[in-house]
């Protein structure tokens, strides 16, 4: 099993970046695909982006070009680097770990593991 926690929401204008980071505790983190949820008020959780244990990587279409998802092994961490931040990314962001971790997936039920989430808001 592999605790998961957040950090570095915050309050971000519009055109703003912010980076989360995701901290695991676990033996094999490496071998864990990882991947970063979002969910706002009154809306489905939805993916934003995935990294996989072989470092293949997978966004959604709402954050191409803007957002980049990453793993440093040795630290035990993921990251997700958001840059030209717009008011539709305000969310709860999560982090989520799936024990098959060869395969990027969007599929918020692939997944084993997750953080407690934290928050994005961007103002315009």
């Known amino acids: 099993q592999v605790q998961l926690v957040e950090s570095g929401g915050g309050l971000v204008q519009a055109g703003g970046s912010l980076r989360l980071s995701c901290a695991a505790s676990?033996?094999?983190?490496?071998?864990?695909?990882m991947g970063w949820f979002r969910q706002a008020p009154e809306k489905e959780r939805e993916f934003v982006a995935a990294?996989?244990?072989?470092?293949?990587?997978g966004y959604a279409d709402s954050v191409k070009g803007r957002f980049t998802i990453s793993r440093d092994n040795a630290k035990n961490t993921v990251y997700l680097q958001m840059n030209s931040l717009k008011p539709e990314d305000t969310a709860v962001y999560y982090c989520?770990?799936?024990?098959?971790?060869?395969?990027?997936?969007?599929?918020?039920?692939?997944?084993?593991?997750w953080g407690q989430g934290t928050q994005v808001t961007v103002s315009s």
């Open positions: 990294v996989t244990w072989s470092y293949s990587t």
């Open positions: 989520a770990a799936a024990d098959d971790g060869d395969t990027v997936v969007a599929h918020p039920t692939s997944y084993n593991y």
């Open positions: 676990g033996s094999t983190f490496s071998r864990y695909a």
